[in-house]
Protein backbone atom coordinates (compact mmCIF):
# COMPACT_ATOMS: atom_id res chain seq x y z
CA UNK A 1 0.00 0.00 0.00
CA UNK A 2 1.41 3.24 -1.04
CA UNK A 3 0.30 5.63 2.00
CA UNK A 4 1.06 9.77 1.10
CA UNK A 5 0.81 12.20 3.87
CA UNK A 6 0.41 15.64 3.83
CA UNK A 7 1.02 18.69 6.26
CA UNK A 8 1.09 22.05 6.90
CA UNK A 9 -2.76 23.22 6.48
CA UNK A 10 -3.79 25.95 8.86
CA UNK A 11 -5.29 29.35 8.92
CA UNK A 12 -3.84 32.17 7.50
CA UNK A 13 -4.42 35.72 7.01
CA UNK A 14 -5.23 36.70 3.46
CA UNK A 15 -1.82 37.69 1.76
CA UNK A 16 -0.07 34.97 4.04
CA UNK A 17 1.90 32.34 2.96
CA UNK A 18 1.77 28.60 3.77
CA UNK A 19 3.98 25.43 2.91
CA UNK A 20 2.21 22.29 2.28
CA UNK A 21 4.06 18.87 2.88
CA UNK A 22 3.01 15.54 1.37
CA UNK A 23 5.37 12.36 2.10
CA UNK A 24 5.31 9.52 0.47
CA UNK A 25 6.16 5.59 1.58
CA UNK A 26 7.57 4.56 -1.64
CA UNK A 27 10.45 6.69 -3.39
CA UNK A 28 9.83 9.64 -5.73
CA UNK A 29 11.79 8.24 -8.39
CA UNK A 30 9.38 5.65 -9.51
CA UNK A 31 6.13 7.63 -9.20
CA UNK A 32 5.79 9.53 -12.58
CA UNK A 33 3.97 12.44 -11.50
CA UNK A 34 3.45 14.20 -8.27
CA UNK A 35 0.45 16.97 -8.02
CA UNK A 36 -1.93 18.58 -5.40
CA UNK A 37 -5.67 19.08 -5.77
CA UNK A 38 -8.19 20.92 -4.09
CA UNK A 39 -11.94 20.81 -3.09
CA UNK A 40 -13.77 23.50 -1.17
CA UNK A 41 -17.19 22.91 -0.36
CA UNK A 42 -19.81 22.88 -3.19
CA UNK A 43 -17.34 23.02 -5.66
CA UNK A 44 -15.58 20.15 -8.43
CA UNK A 45 -12.42 18.81 -7.07
CA UNK A 46 -9.25 20.84 -8.75
CA UNK A 47 -5.74 20.22 -9.89
CA UNK A 48 -3.70 22.61 -8.63
CA UNK A 49 0.02 21.60 -9.80
CA UNK A 50 1.68 19.21 -11.17
CA UNK A 51 5.56 18.19 -11.13
CA UNK A 52 6.97 15.35 -13.24
CA UNK A 53 10.28 13.47 -13.00
CA UNK A 54 11.39 15.39 -15.80
CA UNK A 55 10.67 18.56 -13.96
CA UNK A 56 7.84 19.59 -16.40
CA UNK A 57 5.75 21.47 -14.19
CA UNK A 58 1.48 22.64 -14.76
CA UNK A 59 -0.31 24.64 -12.75
CA UNK A 60 -4.04 26.08 -12.78
CA UNK A 61 -4.39 29.31 -14.14
CA UNK A 62 -6.25 30.61 -10.66
CA UNK A 63 -2.53 29.93 -8.44
CA UNK A 64 -0.41 31.00 -11.37
CA UNK A 65 2.33 33.37 -10.04
CA UNK A 66 1.43 32.42 -6.29
CA UNK A 67 1.91 29.16 -5.84
CA UNK A 68 5.27 26.76 -6.65
CA UNK A 69 5.51 23.17 -6.48
CA UNK A 70 8.71 21.37 -5.81
CA UNK A 71 9.99 17.55 -5.09
CA UNK A 72 12.95 16.42 -3.10
CA UNK A 73 13.06 12.65 -4.24
CA UNK A 74 15.60 12.12 -1.77
CA UNK A 75 13.65 12.68 1.10
CA UNK A 76 9.75 10.93 -1.01
CA UNK A 77 8.57 14.28 -0.19
CA UNK A 78 6.66 17.03 -3.02
CA UNK A 79 5.49 20.70 -1.47
CA UNK A 80 3.64 23.28 -2.35
CA UNK A 81 4.50 26.97 -1.52
CA UNK A 82 1.51 29.39 -1.51
CA UNK A 83 2.00 32.83 -1.84
CA UNK A 84 -0.40 36.17 -1.76
CA UNK A 85 -3.42 33.90 -0.48
CA UNK A 86 -7.36 34.16 -1.12
CA UNK A 87 -10.05 33.61 0.78
CA UNK A 88 -11.03 31.92 -2.54
CA UNK A 89 -8.11 29.90 -2.20
CA UNK A 90 -9.64 28.06 1.20
CA UNK A 91 -9.98 24.07 0.49
CA UNK A 92 -8.87 20.75 1.62
CA UNK A 93 -5.66 19.82 -0.59
CA UNK A 94 -5.27 16.95 -1.46
CA UNK A 95 -1.59 15.35 -2.32
CA UNK A 96 -1.46 12.53 -5.78
CA UNK A 97 0.71 11.01 -7.21
CA UNK A 98 0.29 9.26 -10.59
CA UNK A 99 1.26 9.15 -14.18
CA UNK A 100 2.30 12.25 -15.70
CA UNK A 101 2.70 12.71 -19.79
CA UNK A 102 2.19 14.97 -22.49
CA UNK A 103 0.51 17.24 -19.76
CA UNK A 104 -1.53 14.76 -18.59
CA UNK A 105 -1.86 13.95 -15.14
CA UNK A 106 -3.34 10.43 -13.79
CA UNK A 107 -3.43 10.43 -10.49
CA UNK A 108 -3.42 6.97 -8.80
CA UNK A 109 -2.37 7.42 -5.00
CA UNK A 110 -4.05 10.06 -3.10
CA UNK A 111 -3.49 11.76 0.53
CA UNK A 112 -5.84 12.62 3.29
CA UNK A 113 -6.06 15.88 3.05
CA UNK A 114 -4.94 19.14 4.92
CA UNK A 115 -7.20 22.15 5.34
CA UNK A 116 -6.43 25.03 4.43
CA UNK A 117 -8.31 28.49 5.64
CA UNK A 118 -7.73 31.81 4.50
CA UNK A 119 -9.32 34.42 6.28
CA UNK A 120 -10.27 37.94 4.73
Known amino acids: QVQLVESGGGLVQAGGSLRLSCEAS????????MGWYRQAPGKQRELVAV???????TYADSVKGRFTISRDNAKNTVYLQMKSLKPEDTAVYYC??????????????WGQGTQVTVSS
Open 51 to 57: KGLDGTT
Open 26 to 33: ISMSSIHG
Open 96 to 109: AGGFFAAAMFRAGY
